[in-house]
């Protein structure tokens, strides 16, 4: 029996292996497999409602899962700091939930701990956020905390003076750390210490040092209004039954005057320049190239998303390929346009070897040039859509993912169906809109270099490259007269 079965069980392999065979003799390896079309993605309707007090309420149903995801996004962030006071939203932030007039935040952790739920606070350049995530048979206790903590936070001087220390101590560790001091460097430089996009959003020592309480209540009873704020919700409730019990849980929480505001226009970078930020003994330079680029409603989003996909916005971009596989510059390089309410950067980046730190910053250049020369290839193009279209449906797995991607609609003003047509924009770019918005957006003349790095190693190698004035600036980007 044994026998029988052990000759069964070779035939069938041999089956299988010579039928493996065959098929992959049938394959044409020269040719590309043919995609399928782009799928159609209907996401739920968004449903909408406003309670008395003035809060927008977005709701999607998503019953396939006993869970539901709150989000609630304030129309204020770290582009909303005082410029005296940077690290104001974030602070703000971070204390909110350490403390209410019935709940410490040992209870709020317990009890939150209690049904299983998670609840985070936190915020952007562009806005802050409470969101909360439970089982929807819980969402009554949740909702108990997660009210309580937004309607009546006592900013506790304890937790203050803790988190205070906190930020202070990872100021300083951002001193000793060449990636933060070349992004903050970066910032500066390019927008000016004027600019809300020029300053740290976690702030500065002297900044944090002067924040009181004081100063995070004002900044919440400023912006942390119903007025200024979009309740997002998303899983397993309907309008009709969750409606009422928003009524009453926000029925003490008011509405304000809020002060208008909109993120200034950033300077120009009239021509390239190099600056140099000294750390000494440092194993590799940090690299930063870009200029202040495009704000996040411009519609030409999608064509610049292509571009910059094969530019640097993936493993297998050209910048990538160049500095890590081709010359073993670097781990690993890219670039991205950062998207905002105002005009954010374009940043082409890596961290190099120090001992290449001028050929590194040769090779951005010259493919960040080379695309503004000559766009992409067609094939380059359809590798790139497939990337984007095949990843698309993985950002909305979950209801904390839907929700995220609802918070873009509403910090950006995006059409309701703005991601039913997701997929079709992409799928509609050319490789002339990528030629015309390379040819647009990625003038290497009009971009700031900023390098940190052992500069007594790299200074002579980036003055011989010959391409544009070298400015020596301390850790902060500010220039050594």
Known sequence: MKYLLNFFLIGLIVMIFLSTVSNAQDVDRTKRPEGKATPTVQLPDIQKEKLKNGLQVWLVERHNLPTVAFNLVFQAG?????????????????????????????????????????????????????????????????????????????????????????????????????VMIANNAFSTILYGSNHPYGNNPSGTEVSVKAMTTSDLQKFYQTYYRPNNATLIIVGDVKMNNILPLLEKLFADWKPADIPTFSVPAPPTVEKRKIYLIDKPGAAQSEIRIGYPALPRSTPEFFQVQVMNRMLGGQFMSRINLNLREKHGFTYGARSSFNFQKGVGPFTASAGVHT????????????????????????????????????????????????????????????????????????????????????????DTSRMAVVVVGDVEKIKEGIKALNTGDVVFCDLDGKEIK
């Open 78 to 178: 770290s582009d909303h700091d005082p410029l005296n006071m940077t690290g104001l939203a974030s602070m703000t932030a971070d204390v909110i939930d350490e403390g209410t007039k019935t709940r410490d935040a040992l209870k709020i952790s317990d009890e939150i701990e209690s049904i299983g739920a998670s609840f985070n606070v936190g915020s952007s350049w562009d806005g802050s956020f409470m969101s909360l995530s439970c089982l929807s048979k819980y969402v009554d206790k949740g909702l108990d905390v997660f009210v309580d903590v937004l309607v009546n936070p006592v900013f506790p001087q304890k937790e203050f003076d803790r988190l205070q220390k906190q930020r202070l101590t990872s100021l300083l560790q951002q001193k000793d750390q060449a």
């Open 355 to 442: 001992a290449k730190t001028d050929s590194s910053v040769q090779e951005f250049l010259a493919e960040i040039k080379l695309m503004y020369d000559k766009g992409m290839t067609a094939e380059e193009l359809e590798f790139v859509k497939k990337g984007l279209i095949g990843g698309f449906a993985l950002s909305f797995e979950t209801s904390s993912q839907i929700a995220g991607a609802l918070q873009s609609i509403v910090l950006y003003g995006l059409p309701d169906d703005y991601f039913n047509k997701y997929l079709q924009n992409y799928e509609n770019v050319t490789l002339q809109d990528v030629a015309d918005v390379s040819k647009k957006y990625l």
